[in-house]
């Protein structure tokens, strides 16, 4: 395969991933048509629908705060200003990309055509602020086992995924704040080797700094935190506005469920993880003894507030579409410049 045909591919794989999350929405759709065209037409209460998307806005934005701080303790020239702006069209480029891991891809992009050097540094920012948001994500689902109400099917297995997960996140952010991943005799030896010494140092600068500022690695998991409640309260309030909450899960049960299907949702590639999380909301419902229809109902309407959310995004592309065009166009140019092996 020549490096042409390889280029090709990465720019068309991407929109291959729209048909599969528009195909598992259609499945679900289709395999509960009667039932989900029912709840559909229930009298949806658009106080709940409000407050679900204001929640979603808040969480969102708990997110580009927690990411300020994190390039804030690199010392880089960067606003709350830009946090927001960079932020908003990371969010609208989760949709529009290829997958969750889309959004950050332009995020940081965008950040190290700011700088001059650190370059790494600065890419480094938007992979630990994904990883504080995956840690988080487990803390809230480990205090969840404890005061998660009613009964749920393999709850010890849900239980020791979390537990787990806690625990490893724990250890990684622990490694990351701890003087060996920066200034032991192994990371001086990695530092002198040609080509990607200097790229491993850079690395190592940056924990070194995030270690002399462990104050905004912990303020980033206690925003991720308080930013993960936001988001599953906001779920709950669209669940609330289209179904019966005699019949919903309750609130402490969604605490339970919604971070394991916000972790698969990440996992699986599809834009936004549109059709992933929807599918994995639906098997929650059913794991919490509840209507697996209304938990795609629930899904379709916090989908819709999201998607509200991200249109902020569209307005900050329309005002910098042509800086935006330009990151892209030379984060593509790099990527095809990179050596691949020919077939």
């Avoid at 390889?6 to 679900?28: D, E, H, N, Q």
């Avoid at 039932?35 to 204001?54: D, N, S, T, V």
């Avoid at 997110?63 to 303790?73: E, G, K, N, P, Q």
């Avoid at 507030?305 to 330009?326: L, N, Q």
Wanted: hydrophobic share 50%.
């Amino acid at each position: 395969m020549t490096q042409g045909s390889v280029s090709g591919w990465k720019k068309v794989l991407p929109w291959l991933k729209w048909p599969l999350a528009l195909g598992i929405i259609g499945f679900l759709v289709h395999k509960n048509r009667d039932r989900f065209i029912e709840l559909w037409q229930h009298p949806i209460h658009w106080e709940y629908l409000a407050i679900g998307c204001a929640l979603c806005l808040c969480s969102v934005m708990l997110t580009f705060l927690r990411w300020y701080l994190l390039v804030w303790a690199q010392e880089f020239q960067f606003t709350p200003r830009d946090a927001l702006r960079i932020g908003f069209l990371g969010y609208l480029f989760n949709y529009i990309a290829s997958g969750s891991i889309g959004g950050d891809v332009v995020k940081g992009a965008m950040l190290v055509r700011r700088q001059k050097d650190r370059r790494l540094a600065a890419v480094s920012t938007v992979v630990i602020d994904r990883m504080l948001g995956l840690v988080s994500l487990m803390f809230v689902g480990a205090l969840a086992t404890v005061i998660a109400e009613g009964e749920v099917r393999d709850r010890a297995i849900i239980n020791n995924v979390f537990w787990i997960g806690a625990a490893i996140g724990l250890g990684i952010v622990g490694l990351m704040l701890h003087p060996v991943s920066s200034n032991s005799r192994l990371v001086h030896l990695i530092t002198r080797i040609p080509k990607v010494g200097s790229a491993f140092a850079d690395l190592a600068q940056a924990a070194a700094m995030y270690q002399s500022r462990r104050r905004v690695v912990i303020a980033g998991i206690m925003i991720g935190i308080m930013g993960q409640f936001g988001v599953i309260s906001s779920f709950y309030f669209c669940a609330r506005a289209v179904g019966d909450p005699a019949v919903l899960p309750a609130y402490t049960t969604h605490l339970l469920l919604m971070p394991l299907a916000e972790l698969i949702g990440f996992v699986v590639p599809t834009p936004g993880g549109i059709g992933a999380l929807e599918f994995c909301v639906q098997k929650a419902y059913d794991l919490a003894g509840s209507s697996p229809e209304l938990g795609l109902v629930a899904a379709g309407a916090y989908r819709l507030t999201s998607i509200c959310v991200a249109m902020i995004g569209g307005v900050y592309y329309f005002t910098g579409r042509d800086e935006i065009k330009k990151v892209l166009d030379e984060d593509n140019a790099e990527q095809d410049a990179r050596p691949t092996d020919a077939v």
